[in-house]
């Protein structure tokens, strides 16, 4: 990411993307036109003088940006430091943007093992209605959402929801885990039994195993 060109862009496979402002605070993404799309320029003639400071004017004047963002919207200038007090953008904000730009890098080399995680992760959530696996690399978590989300679908004939969070992937299958709400009360009930004896105890408190949490690690490498 940077200043290449004498533009505020980044290049994603291959391709620059000019980092631009619309009409809220979000910076999104727009790509440079195609030989058959009218193209325009990453500045307009009343904001040149400002920029030409900082950016090559003949680059500022080039139109050969599309003018609407990855994400739709019309956007009104090439995102820019705008005097002294103002940092630098050299990435974008706009979530949408960011989504549409994530399906231009190529897809992970999955793990060997990966349909193994799939199918342990789907037996989990069919069995109590959720699961989460620990230790999941950034980079596989959302092909792990998507597989699984179309497994449970196929055996279960029920949608789910994931959430990810750092290196954790919960899955919460809603109608599933309800069927099983007096199991997971009990487990619950136990846990708070045990925990309360060994205060009592003295004993120091370890977790109590979960069957519904798991690791990556134990089955995706080795």
Not at 59 to 71: G, I, M, S
Not at 140 to 158: D, F, I, N, P, T
Not at 189 to 214: F, I, N, Q, T, Y
Request: with cysteine; proline share 5%; charged share 25%.
């Amino acid at each position: 990411m940077g200043t290449q060109s004498g533009l505020n862009v980044i290049r994603v496979a291959g391709k620059e993307f000019l980092l631009t402002e619309g009409g809220g605070e979000a910076i999104h993404l727009t790509r440079e036109a195609r030989e058959v799309e009218e193209g325009v320029a990453a500045a307009p003639d009343h904001y040149l003088d400002d920029l030409e400071a900082t950016y090559d004017r003949a680059a500022l004047e080039d139109p050969r940006w599309l003018e609407t963002t990855l994400c739709g919207r019309r956007w009104i200038l090439m995102a820019n430091e705008d005097g002294e007090d103002e940092e630098a953008v050299f990435a974008p904000t706009c979530r949408r943007c960011m989504a549409l730009m994530d399906k231009l890098f190529p897809q992970p080399a999955l793990d060997p093992r990966f349909p193994l995680v799939v199918q342990v992760v789907t037996d989990t959530v069919v069995e109590h209605g959720t699961a989460e696996i620990l230790g999941v690399a950034g980079d596989h978590q959302a092909v792990l959402r998507r597989e699984v989300r179309a497994a449970v679908r196929k055996r279960s004939g029920h949608g789910m929801e994931t959430y990810a969070h750092e290196s954790m992937v919960i899955f919460v299958c809603q109608p599933i885990y309800d069927q099983h709400a007096e199991e997971h009360a009990r487990f619950a009930a136990e846990a708070m039994d045990m925990v309360a004896a060994k205060l009592l105890s003295g004993e120091p408190v370890a977790p109590m195993p979960s069957p519904v949490r798991l690791w990556w690690d134990a089955w995706a490498t080795g």
